[in-house]
């Protein structure tokens, strides 16, 4: 059973910077893709990046691409999300999952995502 817990949210300014880490536990098989997602304050949970596990390929929303960056530490089994000059809008509670399928076409979509962690909150002051 794979699990997922996230840390590093929390409360900064616009244009600060903040690191998600998700630590996971279990077994990864080579083509599960974990993906962060967001769901902010009376809005549907979208989608943010992903990567796949055995290729270490990367994708990413329109609206955080060149402000994101998405990595995997493979011996210590985390995924971490770097944000930079974070605005007021990238306020949301942040989830990491699993796409067993991991495929580029799936790996945008939360329907496509097995295991869920619990979420961390951040919050853009303006």
């Known amino acids: 059973q794979v699990q997922l817990v996230e840390s590093g949210g929390g409360l900064v300014q616009a244009g600060d910077s903040l690191t998600l880490s998700c630590a996971t536990s279990?077994?990864?098989?080579?083509?599960?893709?974990i993906g962060w997602f967001r769901q902010g304050p009376a809005k549907e949970r979208e989608f943010v990046a992903a990567?796949?596990?055995?290729?270490?390929?990367?994708i990413y929303a329109d609206s955080v691409k060149g402000r994101f960056t998405i990595s995997r530490d493979v011996p210590k089994e985390t995924v971490n999300l770097q944000m930079n000059n974070l605005k007021p809008e990238d306020t949301a509670i942040y989830y990491c999952?699993?796409?067993?399928?991991?495929?580029?076409?799936?790996?945008?979509?939360?329907?496509?995502?097995?295991?869920w962690g619990q979420g961390t909150q951040v919050t853009i002051s303006s």
């Open positions: 279990g077994v990864f098989y080579a083509n599960d893709a």
């Open positions: 999952a699993v796409d067993p399928t991991g495929t580029p076409t799936t790996m945008k979509n939360s329907d496509n995502y097995d295991y």
């Open positions: 990567t796949r596990w055995r290729l270490g390929d990367k």
